[in-house]
């Protein structure tokens, strides 16, 4: 969904949160549009070009969108015939190769942040979106039985193929595979020499080059609706957030978001979104943030050189990582 508000672009998808500004001034370059519904959010790719480019730009453009329209068909969990949801009907399934490399990047996630980012307890995962979807919290037994059901070790591999350990166990990649689809939207815009990019897949953004020879600038909306928390100026990289902004039911007054922290089987509380800036990865890292909350979530930040964070806590109070400063209205990272 695009709103236009007072010359600024929101580019917000279903659960998120990252806009970009757009320029006043015109230039002799050609900016280049397109948007498709995948991955249950609106996909948008923006790609600056030269001039006389512009209708290679936007077959390169729709050529990603393509790609993330067959990347949705392995991974989906909401549909049985793809990969993920094969394996979660208990079937030994040969995983594709791109598959095989969003599961190698949700596990290398999950050990980073000691489990906080966990793809193996779709299962629990499933019961919440049921428990939203009726607007009623599930029993405690049911949780704990659920927060029991998960793990790598659960991921078999015999002969090349996979196949989940325990029965009624599900994997969910919806914390990462928007992400890597926006990185392969993005790689694919580099090797048909479109560098100056943007790929949004509803707030999990792949971002590369320049902004019309400008560094690209996003709008952080505020998580409940008080405007916007600041501007960023992002480096090439990855951008995303996550937060309970949009995906949440309320019980006696309490929130209650989709982000589920694994190990207590019950939905993340404290934050209200995170944005996270990394070379790659950062849809994983946003969400494995918004468990951990800002203590802890800083002290992952500090092993992970050349990531950074935004933390927005519920009454507003915005937090950054240390490689971070705000100057202003805009945040940046620092030199
Ligand atoms: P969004 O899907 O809105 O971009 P996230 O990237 O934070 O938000 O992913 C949240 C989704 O990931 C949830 O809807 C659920 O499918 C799954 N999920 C929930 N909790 C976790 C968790 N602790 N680790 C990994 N995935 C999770
Ligand atoms: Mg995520």
Do not use: E, I, L, Q
């Given at each position: 969904m695009s709103v236009g508000l007072a010359g600024v672009a929101l580019l917000t998808g279903l659960g998120l949160a990252a806009r970009h500004v757009r320029s006043a001034t015109a230039t002799p370059r050609q900016r280049v549009r397109v948007a498709r519904a995948l991955m249950g959010t609106e996909v948008e790719v923006v790609v600056w070009s030269a001039a006389g480019r512009a209708s290679a730009a936007r077959a390169a453009a729709e050529a990603a969108l393509d790609d993330i329209a067959r990347l949705e068909g392995l991974l989906?969990?909401?549909?049985?015939?793809s990969e993920i949801g094969r394996l979660g009907r208990g079937e030994t399934v040969l995983v594709s190769a791109d598959t095989r490399a969003v599961l190698a990047e949700a596990r290398s996630w999950s050990e980073r942040s000691g489990g906080a980012f966990?793809?193996?307890r779709g299962a629990l995962y499933q019961r919440w979106r049921a428990a939203r979807a009726a607007g009623q919290l599930p029993a405690p037994g049911e949780l704990s039985a659920l927060v029991a059901l998960g793990g790598w070790d659960e991921v078999r591999e015999e002969a090349g193929r996979l196949r989940l350990g325990r029965p009624g166990m599900r994997l969910d990649l919806g914390g990462v595979a928007k992400g890597f689809a926006a990185e392969r939207a993005s790689a694919l815009l580099l090797e048909r020499s479109f560098p100056d990019h943007l790929v949004d897949c509803g707030g999990d953004l792949a971002v590369a080059g320049s902004r019309d020879g400008a560094p690209w600038r996003l709008a952080i909306p505020?998580?409940?609706?008080?405007?916007?928390?600041a501007t960023l100026l992002v480096r090439p990289g990855t951008v995303a957030t996550s937060g309970d902004a949009q995906r949440f039911f309320e019980v006696g007054g309490v929130r209650y978001g989709h982000i589920i922290d694994p190990r207590t089987g019950w939905p993340a509380r404290g934050t209200a979104s995170v944005t996270a800036l990394a070379p790659e990865g950062a849809d994983a890292l946003a969400t494995a943030l918004y468990v951990l909350g800002p203590e802890r979530g800083l002290a992952l930040l500090a092993g992970l050189p050349e990531a950074h964070a935004i933390f927005v806590a519920a009454d507003g109070a915005v937090r950054l990582s240390p490689g971070l400063r705000r100057r202003g209205a805009v945040i940046e990272v620092a030199r």
């Open positions: 989906s969990d909401y549909r049985a015939d966990d793809a193996t505020d998580p409940r609706g008080r405007g916007v928390v």
